[in-house]
């Protein structure tokens, strides 16, 4: 049996219409959680970190000190020679890859205000960022949630 040209041509645009929208629909929600997580964000004291690719991972890096920085220098390091080394442009996070089709894990967080370095997780949902920072478990951590913000031009000096 065929069709007149005129009569299926109406249902074929509809359908390759149709198709568009379930590509980008698709594309839309298939975000990595790596794209999802990259771009700057500041912190509950006003930091600003930059989420960013290094190597086959992700690091984190400061890029702009808060207002009020309670520090300017990593003072708490452990290692006594890495005490004066700047705050900002600090590696804070490294080696983050997916975990799964919703976070980034496997990567370390160092926390400057104490010194203590933790194994943590990122989880990117919209315009808030989940980081969370353990102890050999994840019940044994604690979460801090992050605010998207558009990418600063200057920061660090």
């Given at each position: ?134 102890i050999l478990f994840t ?19």
């Amino acid at each position: 049996m065929t069709f007149p040209e005129k009569s299926i041509q109406p249902i074929v645009m509809k359908l390759s219409s149709l198709l568009a929208l379930l590509f980008v629909v698709t594309a839309a929600h298939a975000t990595s959680p790596v794209t999802a997580s990259l771009g700057d964000w500041r912190t509950p004291i006003g930091a600003i970190v930059r989420i960013e690719p290094c190597g086959n991972a992700v690091c984190l890096r400061v890029v702009k000190l808060s207002p009020n920085p309670p520090q300017t220098v990593d003072v708490h390091n452990p290692d006594p020679r890495l005490r004066n080394r700047p705050a900002c442009n600090l590696v804070i996070g490294s080696g983050f890859t997916p975990a799964d089709d919703k976070r980034l894990g496997g990567g370390h967080l160092y926390d400057p205000l104490s010194g203590h370095t933790y194994r943590g997780y990122i989880t990117p949902e919209g315009n808030q960022l989940k980081l969370r920072g353990y102890i050999l478990f994840t019940l044994f951590g604690r979460t801090e949630t992050w605010q998207r913000i558009p990418t600063i031009q200057s920061g660090c000096h």
